[in-house]
């Protein structure tokens, strides 16, 4: 059985500095990792995945986050904080097992982003 | 590439009403999953289509939800006698996906608000 659990319903940082949010998953097979964003009233937008390449992956709008098998981490990080950045992140795992999965997400609870001027 | 479509946004009914949501999912997607979420919580799965068949289905679908995918291109949620706890947003996501990998992202729709009343 897969989960993730995402540390921190409430993130706060100040404008121009680091964004970092913690996802670790549970997962009995190599995982594929997604992180997304949700803005209030609207649907997830896809930040980033990994699909067992390159552990530190880069998405869109300046966010990367790096797979560490050891920890069983997929943490986001963003250098610098941008009032736009402000929205509900979520990460999510799937997993290829053989196929039979039908890549069905399983989602963490979500953390809140709040960014100060 | 014109984006996963829901309708209706919002819905306001009485409880004990049926009601029927769509989805269009981007044109040559093959998959489409449906997922609710609730007030302070991360998307759970619903159901998963490959076409026009239904693969899988959540033990959170009760006897009440049917959802359709007729001809492998739009679908339809259906929920009947609705209840209090059905309140909570209807996202749908499309993908493309084969048999032996999983790992497309999911694109999602902003959505159905249902509000029972």
């Known amino acids: 059985a897969q989960s993730v659990t995402q540390l921190g319903s409430h993130v706060s940082v100040s404008e121009g500095a680091l964004v970092l949010l913690r996802c670790n998953y549970s997962s009995s097979v190599p995982p594929y990792l997604f992180w997304y964003v949700q803005y209030p009233n609207q649907g997830l937008q896809l930040l980033l995945k990994?699909?067992?390449?390159?552990?530190l992956v880069k998405g869109i709008n300046g966010f990367e986050a790096e797979f560490k098998k050891s920890e069983t981490s997929f943490h986001l990080t963003k250098p610098s904080a941008h009032m736009s950045d402000a929205a509900e992140y979520f990460c999510a795992v799937t997993f290829n097992a053989g196929g039979t999965s039908y890549g069905k997400l399983t989602f963490g609870q979500g953390t809140i982003l709040t960014v100060h001027p | 590439d014109t984006g996963v479509s829901q309708d209706p946004r919002h819905k306001i009914t009485k409880r004990g009403q049926n009601v029927t949501f769509r989805c269009d999912p981007i044109s040559e997607h093959n998959r489409l999953y449906w997922y609710r979420q609730t007030l302070g919580q991360g998307p759970e799965f619903l159901t998963y289509?490959?076409?026009?068949?239904?693969?899988?289905k959540s033990r959170l679908l009760s006897d009440r939800f049917s959802a359709e995918r007729p001809k492998g291109s739009f679908s339809t949620l259906e929920i009947q006698r609705t209840e209090q706890g059905d309140s909570a947003m209807y996202l749908c996501a499309s993908s493309l996906g084969t048999a032996t990998y999983s790992n497309q992202p999911q694109h999602f729709g902003d959505g159905t608000r249902l509000s029972i009343l």
């Open positions: 990994y699909t067992s390449a390159a552990t």
């Open positions: 289509f490959q076409n026009e068949a239904q693969l899988e």
